[in-house]
């Protein structure tokens, strides 16, 4: 079983419509954080599973553990690096 370039598009067009949907903006809130741990902890478990129900993981439970743990923490680490912050210069002049 392998992931096809379609199923990839599948993933992406459901993540951004929820993201619109829910009015999740990349303002370094906890929302942005919360969804992108949790989306990529829902496609990594459903992929999984997808994976041992039609062909069998064949992996021990702590690679797999891990691979959904580091992709989690690479989506909220990502999500820290796109957020936008304000900075102390910027709202000194925002106040003016």
Do not use: C, N
Request: glycine share 14%; hydrophobic share 55%; no cysteine.
């Amino acid at each position: 079983m392998s992931v096809l370039p379609g199923d990839l598009q599948f993933t992406g067009i459901i993540g951004d419509v929820a993201l619109r949907r829910w009015d999740i903006h990349a303002d370094g809130s906890w929302t942005l954080y919360a969804f992108a741990g949790g989306f990529a902890l829902l496609l990594w478990v459903g992929h999984f599973l997808a994976m041992a129900a039609a062909v069998g993981l064949g992996w021990p439970p702590e690679l797999w553990g891990g691979a959904i743990g580091m992709t989690v923490l690479t989506a909220v680490g990502m999500a820290t690096l796109t957020a936008t912050h304000s900075t102390p210069s910027a709202a000194a002049a925002v106040k003016r």
